[in-house]
């Protein structure tokens, strides 16, 4: 279902400006698309668009576009101060409810994985799947099982269960999540022989260089 967020006209773009409509809780956009005859500007209240962001970024937004009436719209981009991280700026595309359009949509892995159980080590490769659909098809979320991974076994995208309507861009082969085996842990005791090892094998290779260096 589409979120509703308010847009407010935005006029002025120059630094003090933009930090004053930030100081005040906004954050300015810019929407581009085919009906919308010129970017408009704008400016979205911080804490919705947090909001969505966390939940669902990729959702769809029905918003009021200065000039250009009630649009469906979607965050394309956004730009975070590189130490605290907070929005600085956002980017909108006008879509076509109609068209099937790609995005990203957020794995959830579900299942308590045998391998894991056992003492494996899960290690997750991919986070995000891309898909195509229509929008009001794009799902919040999609479930990867990983209850039947033992020791070894890896969960690649073409074992996911997609809702109708979803199909996946990312390569089926692509893996998503693998249950490494356990590390064995050395002992003090084998630690120590491999330390002597070592000392030996170099006592070796230097005595052999020194008999090298000798002959010549």
Not at 184 to 198: G, H, I, L, M
């Amino acid at each position: 279902m589409p979120i509703s967020i308010q847009a407010e006209q935005r006029t002025a773009d120059t630094r003090g400006a933009l930090r004053q409509l930030r100081n005040n809780g906004k954050v300015p956009a810019v929407v581009y698309g085919k009906r919308i005859a010129a970017p408009a500007s704008i400016a979205v209240d911080e804490k919705e668009l947090m909001a969505l962001l966390r939940s669902h970024p990729n959702a769809v937004i029905e918003m009021d576009v200065p000039g250009a009436g009630r649009q469906s719209v979607m965050v394309t981009n956004v730009q975070r101060d590189a130490l605290t991280r907070r929005v600085l700026h956002v980017d909108l595309h006008q879509i076509d409810m109609n068209e099937q359009i790609k995005t990203q949509v957020r794995i959830d892995l579900v299942g308590d994985s045998a391998g894991v159980r056992e003492g494996g080590i899960l290690s997750v490769n991919l986070h995000e799947l891309e898909v195509q659909c229509l929008p009001r098809d794009i799902p919040e979320s999609i479930a990867a099982d990983i209850s039947s991974l033992g020791i070894g076994d890896s969960l690649t995208v073409g074992g996911l269960k997609l809702p109708d309507g979803v199909v996946s861009v990312t390569e089926g082969d692509t893996v998503i999540a693998t249950v490494m085996a356990p590390q064995k842990e050395v002992t003090e005791e084998e630690a120590e022989r491999a330390s002597d090892a070592e000392t030996e094998d170099k006592a070796q290779r230097d005595q052999a260089n020194l008999k090298e260096t000798k002959e010549e």
